[in-house]
């Protein structure tokens, strides 16, 4: 059962305190930036990560945009080459992603990835946001704040008409100055991954030209090619033969379990740890059913992805 009405927070420090109080909980806030309002949660804690994608409806496990409050706290996160670190001294704060390979020891969750080595990262502009992002003195992960596949949300009440029983609450910063998605850059040679509301000519201003985006570059916003082990995957596996290692959902015998008790959201959260630690393993992986509902759509995808012939 969902629950009641998001509360709608105002643009004042009590505001910010309880949208604060709400993240360190695993709570799903939405927030103003400048491109559009973004549905924000702790960016280390897997399950309430998974809950974005329960909230939305996302059908794919899409990497997620990590928010910071500055360059040395992004630092902390992902690796910044000359290039990148240039882009962010001239366009951050502002509309502009940059993706780059995760930082030693970065401690986001592996559902922000998509199970990838790299990530997104952006220093948002609007006020609101970075007095949030203070405050909560953390990584919030955020894409748009709207059902998966409607319009973009540039007002609190677009989030509240869309999500108010699916979310914790809004903080109200008014109606977003720039109304599109952060561009998106990353990769060798740097490449153009998502137009938005930071102009191509600006960045190539500085950059040079972008190279139009490969297949091996995954991003926010793409259709990506999805994380696979090296190891091949069997599914609908209810035991693991002799050479194989068991990825178990439910109360059942396995060597790791997705959700002991069933639960699709921590089911997601540990998707992409657990395929990574068996692939470890050198062995095949069998893996156990999982309910076709809700986020268990987004894990099968995944898995049918993973297991698919390569």
Not at 67 to 76: C, E, I, M, W
Not at 153 to 175: F, K, N, Q, Y
Not at 260 to 282: K, S, T
């Amino acid at each position: 059962m969902r629950k009641t009405t998001a509360k709608h927070l105002t643009n004042d420090n009590e505001g910010i305190a309880a949208a604060v109080r709400f993240l360190n909980d695993g709570r799903l806030v939405a927030f103003a930036t400048e491109t559009v309002y973004g549905l924000g949660a702790d960016a280390r804690d897997g399950q309430a990560v998974a809950r974005i994608y329960d909230a939305k409806g996302r059908p794919q496990f899409n990497p997620l945009i990590v928010h910071v409050q500055d360059f040395d706290t992004a630092q902390r996160y992902g690796v910044f080459d000359a290039q990148a670190a240039q882009l962010a001294a001239a366009f951050w704060p502002g509309p502009l992603t940059l993706v780059v390979p995760l930082a030693t020891g970065h401690g986001l969750s592996p559902l922000v990835t998509a199970g990838l080595d790299t990530v997104g990262i952006r220093v948002p502009a609007h006020p609101l946001a970075r007095q949030l992002l203070a405050a909560f003195n953390g990584p919030i992960a955020a894409p748009s704040a709207n059902p998966s596949g409607r319009i973009s949300p540039t007002t609190a009440d677009h989030v509240l008409a869309g999500l108010s029983d699916r979310i914790d609450a809004v903080l109200d910063g008014g109606p977003c100055p720039v109304g599109l998605e952060s561009t998106i850059v990353g990769g060798a040679p740097l490449a153009l991954l998502r137009h938005g509301g930071l102009a191509q000519s600006d960045i190539e201003a500085l950059s040079g030209p972008l190279a139009a985006a490969g297949p091996d570059i995954r991003a926010p916003g793409q259709l990506a090619s999805h994380y696979a082990p090296r190891a091949r995957i069997r599914l609908n596996a209810m035991h693991a033969s002799a050479d194989e290692v068991l990825l178990g959902f439910g109360a059942m015998p396995c060597d790791l379990n997705l959700s002991a008790r069933g639960d699709l959201i921590e089911a997601a959260a540990n998707l992409f740890g657990h395929l990574h630690n068996l692939d470890a393993r050198d062995m095949p992986i069998a893996v156990a059913p999982i309910p076709n509902t809700g986020l268990g759509r987004a894990i099968n995808d995944r898995l049918n992805r993973a297991a698919a012939p390569r």
